[in-house]
């Protein structure tokens, strides 16, 4: 069971895995992102799925970055320039949709603006996962909810039931 990474608005998915746009990339995106919009950074990162830590590192690209893995289906998740090193340590355990990782920041020479980069893999390094050996997190955690509709105003009754 996966769940978004971001709750609440501020820091929707932005950027999908293989997206190539070559005024800004070498090649084509090994990740998804979400936010790079103002009131994105600072925002808690959550788990996606139920798990345990894997490991804590800096990146000089990706910035201070912590990886799960999921207890479900084995999936290792990395979580890339988040604001501060993340205090979790290896082998804690993570609830998905519960446990902050850390906040969305602009940490590593590969982020232009704060935002959340997460890349999935089976191997315990997505970071340096070959491109094919990575997989689409927002597939994996489905669509987006989209907001309960507002119920139907009530018309005021305009006539007593039939008696
Ligand atoms: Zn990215």
Same mark, same amino acid.
């Given at each position: 069971m996966y769940h978004e990474p971001i709750k609440g608005a501020g820091a929707e998915r932005r950027d999908e895995l293989g997206?190539?746009? &070559?005024a800004y990339r070498k090649?084509?995106?090994r990740g998804s992102d979400w936010g790079f919009t103002t009131g994105s950074e600072g925002k808690p990162v959550y788990a996606v799925a139920d798990g345990l830590v894997a490991d804590v590192l800096w990146s000089d690209a990706l910035g201070h970055c912590i990886i799960t893995k999921n207890s479900h289906d084995k999936v290792y998740v990395i979580y890339a320039h988040?604001?501060? &090193?993340?205090t979790l340590k290896r082998m804690d355990r993570v609830i998905g949709g519960?446990?902050?990782l850390g906040k969305i920041g602009n940490t590593g020479s590969a982020s232009a603006g704060a935002h959340l980069h997460a890349a999935a893999s089976l191997a315990p390094k997505p970071h340096l996962a070959s491109t094919p050996a990575l997989l689409d997190l927002f597939k994996l955690i489905g669509p987006v909810a989209k907001p309960a509709a507002k119920p139907a105003a009530k018309k005021p009754a305009t006539k007593k039931a039939a008696k």
């Open positions: 997206n190539f746009n &070559k090649q084509p995106h988040l604001a501060e &090193k993340p519960e446990t902050v």
